[in-house]
């Protein structure tokens, strides 16, 4: 019973994510969020997401191979552009949402990150409390 419950959950965010950002432009909306993200649409129906309830997994997972201090070869990534800290990812906040969230995502580099974890990201970094 519970799994039949989300399975439309997540037809309703898989659905969100893409006519959202075709519509709007995640990108787009992020790099002009400067109003609260009670106004941005894509924060509607946001679920609460943190570093700690999400962005750190995340970032361990698909970002840390090349965007973390402790990493051998950054394979090109920037030295600063490390993320390893609730800080550095909230500091990065605006270049993270420009490059991973919107219609056409260029990191990480050889992608692999689904819609529905790039509409987390998004939740987190655009829609939700700084610093958290
Ligand atoms: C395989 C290595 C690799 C992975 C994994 C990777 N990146 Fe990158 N990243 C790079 C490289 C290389 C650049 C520099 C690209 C350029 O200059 O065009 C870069 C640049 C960036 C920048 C821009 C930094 C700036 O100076 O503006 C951001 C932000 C970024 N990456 C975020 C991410 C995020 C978020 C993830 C995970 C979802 C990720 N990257 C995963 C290699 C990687």
Do not use: K
Not at 3 to 27: E, Q
Not at 81 to 93: G, K
Request: aromatic residues 8%; glycine residues 12%; contains cysteine.
């Amino acid at each position: 019973m519970r799994v039949l419950l989300l399975i439309p959950g997540r037809f309703t965010l898989l659905t969100l994510a893409v006519s959202s950002c075709a519509n709007l432009g995640c990108a787009g909306g992020a790099a002009d969020a400067t109003g609260t993200a009670a106004e941005d649409p894509l924060c509607v129906d946001a679920v609460p997401v943190t570093w700690d309830n999400f962005g750190h997994g995340f970032l361990a997972m698909h970002c840390h191979a090349c965007h973390a201090a402790g990493t051998i070869d950054r394979l090109g990534a920037p030295e600063d552009a490390t993320f390893d800290t609730v800080e550095q990812a909230w500091d990065w906040r605006d270049e993270i949402l420009t490059v991973a969230t919107g219609d056409s995502p260029t990191e990480p580099p050889s992608g692999g990150v689904s819609d529905i974890d790039r509409m987390h990201l998004y939740w987190w970094l655009g829609c939700g409390t700084p610093g958290t």
